[in-house]
């Protein structure tokens, strides 16, 4: 997985509760990405981050939120979950040099009850 | 070939044979491809890239061909094996901009021993 890991791995929460999903890397890349994964879509890009302290959003962004402290860490915030945001959820990564290929962690299966 | 509902296009195969996957691509000033393989309840592998300067380019038991004049794309896996099975798609990457790729839904191949 490209030294990507994502926590939990798998996540049960309730309607209304926060969550948060954290990916972290160690390829010290620039670019990370969140996705989510649906049956009948393909990947869909949630937000993403061009270095620390610089994101921007996606096609499917509302009601989610990220932060970028450190290189190394991309964390996803769903800020009241709601059943629609029950989903498999992706960080990839992609090199400074090569940034139209990325790289997938394990991905966090989340079910919003 | 692409998914139009929730349900992914199917191709069965018998181990040791030859497996084409195809990949209708819609933006015809993409200029970089990639196959991805996704085994169930994992996160997307890179398979193998080609550009669009190049018609053909092969990698170990795998072949990715790029027709231009049609936006096709297709992945041939030789001497398919049981470890082959996964739902694989295709994302196309147009340049300049955010270099952020537009992923396809998947074909999901099943090899039987």
């Known amino acids: 997985d490209a030294g990507i890991t994502q926590s939990p791995r798998h996540k049960v929460t309730e309607t209304g509760t926060p969550v948060t999903l954290r990916c972290h890397q160690t390829?010290?890349?620039?670019?990370m990405y969140w996705y989510r994964q649906d049956p009948g879509h393909g990947l869909r890009l949630i937000h993403y981050?061009?270095?620390?302290?610089?994101?921007d959003k996606g096609e499917v962004s509302d009601g989610y939120s990220v932060s970028r402290s450190k290189t190394e860490d991309f964390l996803l915030t769903l800020e009241s979950a709601t059943s629609s945001q029950t989903s498999v959820y992706f960080c990839?990564?992609?090199?400074?040099?090569?940034?139209?290929?990325?790289?997938f962690g394990p991905g966090t299966r989340l079910l919003v009850l | 070939g692409e998914s139009v509902g929730l349900h992914l296009p199917t191709l069965s195969v018998q181990e040791g044979d030859n497996s084409i996957i195809n990949c209708a691509y819609s933006n015809s000033a993409s200029d970089y491809f990639i196959w991805y393989k996704q085994e169930s309840g994992k996160g997307p592998q890179f398979i193998i890239d080609i550009r669009s300067n190049m018609d053909k380019r092969q990698g170990q038991r795998v072949t990715v061909l790029l027709n231009k004049t049609v936006k096709h794309l297709s992945l041939q896996i030789a001497a398919t094996q049981p470890g082959d099975s996964a739902v694989y798609f295709c994302?196309?990457?147009?340049?300049?901009?955010?270099?952020?790729?537009?992923f396809g839904r998947g074909t999901s191949l099943i090899v039987h021993p």
């Open positions: 990839a990564i992609s090199p400074d040099r090569a940034r139209e290929t990325q790289y």
């Open positions: 994302a196309e990457t147009a340049p300049g901009g955010s270099y952020i790729p537009t």
């Open positions: 981050s061009y270095g620390v302290k610089d994101t």
């Open positions: 390829e010290n890349h620039r670019y």
